[in-house]
């Protein structure tokens, strides 16, 4: 089945604990991207990578970090987490080339820090 | 920059109801415009889109026409049920290379039997 998977589903946490969200995709996508939800706010873009080895910023990066070592994962890093990341996190992922394409989405994960 | 502004919610119908739920958009150029749905405890799903003025997309029974006169999105279905109760987030892709949505802040439907 084509889908986006992420761990934890859930995690609470202490503020400065350094935590990774996993994020895979099956489909062999080249974009991902990271959002987080709140409410009133809508999703916002975080980071984003076109390929392996390419990432860059989305609209609210600070404080988090990526990576993008394979095709197939894109986790996100919280270095040193504050009460103000507490949202629900999405991975996206699509096939790159046109915008038009649909962006699958993971199921979230949802994050509280203390 | 591309902004997208959705009618306030929560919504409340009746099954069978006809729903709209309003989207006016801001951006340069030509935008590509989405309509997700984010059922209870789930993830974001495309339920259509429209990559040009005067497309109709169209699923599940909801449409929506991509007005750029007046730069409108709107969503509707003519007979509501039950199961469509869920957040609906309006969308745009300004089409260029970060591929990125911009989402609008959300539209909360419940249908009541």
């Known amino acids: 089945e084509a889908q986006v998977t992420q761990n934890p589903r859930y995690l609470i946490t202490v503020t400065g604990k350094k935590l990774t969200v996993t994020c895979s995709q099956n489909?062999?996508?080249?974009?991902m991207s990271w959002y987080r939800q709140d409410p009133g706010l809508g999703l916002r873009q975080i980071y984003y990578?076109?390929?392996?080895?390419?990432?860059d910023k989305g609209d609210v990066p600070e404080g988090y970090k990526v990576s993008r070592k394979e095709k197939r994962n894109f986790p996100l890093i919280l270095e040193s987490p504050s009460p103000n990341q507490t949202s629900l996190y999405f991975c996206?992922?699509?096939?790159?080339?046109?915008?038009?394409?649909?962006?699958?989405f993971g199921p979230g994960t949802r994050l509280t820090v203390l | 920059g591309n902004s997208v502004t959705q009618m306030e919610g929560p919504v409340t119908l009746s099954e069978e109801a006809f729903l709209t739920i309003n989207c006016t958009y801001t951006?340069?150029?030509?935008?590509?415009l989405f309509w997700y749905v984010q059922y209870p405890g789930e993830g974001l799903q495309l339920l259509l889109k429209?990559?040009?003025?005067?497309d109709k997309g169209s699923n599940k029974g909801f449409e929506a026409t991509y007005r750029k006169e007046t730069t409108s999105f709107h969503l509707e279905k003519g007979s509501v049920q039950v199961s469509d109760s869920a957040v609906y987030f309006c969308?745009?892709?300004?089409?260029?290379?970060?591929?990125?949505?911009?989402f609008g802040q959300g539209t909360r439907l419940t249908i009541n039997p």
């Open positions: 951006a340069t150029g030509y935008p590509s």
């Open positions: 429209a990559t040009k003025a005067d």
């Open positions: 990578s076109m390929n392996v080895e390419v990432t």
């Open positions: 969308a745009l892709s300004d089409n260029q290379g970060a591929q990125k949505l911009v």
């Open positions: 996206a992922s699509s096939p790159f080339g046109t915008v038009y394409n649909e962006q699958f």
């Open positions: 489909m062999n996508h080249e974009y």
